[in-house]
């Protein structure tokens, strides 16, 4: 197996991520366990929070993780990726940086019995293949290929900010103390955004705010073009505002 990787090295990107049962499952069934559970955390409570403060709801993560068998993780992303990289070239994987793919094609095998696809890079390497999976991500040009035209993300209007914070910073302040000490996801749910925080093993706290921001609202007919589930969304999470307030 060859891993095709347009970045020019692997290096630390990006903040946490929480993986939630089902993925552990995955990761486990990869044998990535021995390799994962020192960086990861395992949140006692998600708690959902008014924006005033008040508790909405929690959900006690490890009396669900009894029912599950696997549990919720939370990682630095720089872990995770690290652990699947380490565990993908164990099993023989060749990982190809500097590799950019900008096209699928299929050529006959030698035998002319079957077809073999391509994955011709931007430079001009082509690398063969009896199966590509296409993993590249929001702006997939696999996708493209796959379906033959330009597919391009759609524009939520909604805005995401992450930032981390230094633990040793965070059992200094009394108000933040108690977030390093008994590791809980929080949401925070307010008017047109949210902000949501957990905890990394690896000294840091992630929070992130998610906003909505009109100006990059897509225009109603382009909502409409892309059909009533996004209108859904957008009409239930309005409803819920309200309620906050
Ligand atoms: C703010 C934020 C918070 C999130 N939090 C969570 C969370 O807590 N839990 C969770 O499960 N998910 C979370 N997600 C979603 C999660 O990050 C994505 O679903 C996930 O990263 C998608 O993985 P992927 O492998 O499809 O794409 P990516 O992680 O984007 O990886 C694609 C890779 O392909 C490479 N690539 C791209 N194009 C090419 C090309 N043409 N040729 C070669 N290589 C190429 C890129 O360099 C990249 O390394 C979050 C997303 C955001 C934005």
């Not at 565990?87 to 299929?106: C, F, M, Q």
């Not at 290929?145 to 995401?160: Q, S």
């Not at 009409?235 to 309200?242: D, M, P, Q, V, Y």
Request: net charge negative; with cysteine; hydrophobic share 35%.
């Amino acid at each position: 197996m060859r891993i095709l990787e347009s970045a020019p090295e692997i290096g630390e990107i990006g903040a946490g991520i929480q993986c939630l049962p089902n993925a552990t499952r995955v990761l486990m069934s990869w044998g990535l366990e021995p390799r994962l559970t020192p960086y990861a955390t395992s949140p006692r409570l998600c708690n959902m929070i008014g924006w005033k403060g008040n508790k909405v709801s929690e959900m006690d993560f490890h009396e669900y993780e009894k029912d599950c068998g696997t549990p919720f993780w939370d990682f630095h992303r720089a872990n995770l990726h690290m652990g699947l990289l380490e565990r993908a070239v164990e099993l023989g994987a060749e990982l190809v940086v500097k590799t950019k793919v900008v096209n699928v094609e299929y050529e006959s095998s030698a035998d002319g019995e079957s077809e073999i696809a391509i994955a011709v890079c931007e430079d001009g390497r082509r690398f063969s293949a009896d199966l590509i999976v296409g993993a590249d991500g929001i702006n997939s040009r696999c996708r493209e290929i796959l379906l033959g035209h330009e597919d391009p993300p759609l524009l939520t209007g909604d805005l995401a900010y992450r930032l981390l914070l230094k633990t040793e910073d965070m059992v200094k302040d009394p108000e933040l103390r108690s977030f390093v000490e008994d590791p809980q996801v929080n949401y925070w749910m307010g008017p047109d955004a949210h902000a949501g925080k957990y905890h990394l093993r690896t000294q840091c706290s992630v929070w992130e705010v998610l906003m909505e921001a009109s100006e990059l609202r897509p225009p109603r007919r382009k909502a409409l073009q892309h059909g009533a589930s996004r209108a859904r969304r957008y009409a239930g999470r309005r409803e819920h505002i309200n309620w906050q307030r």
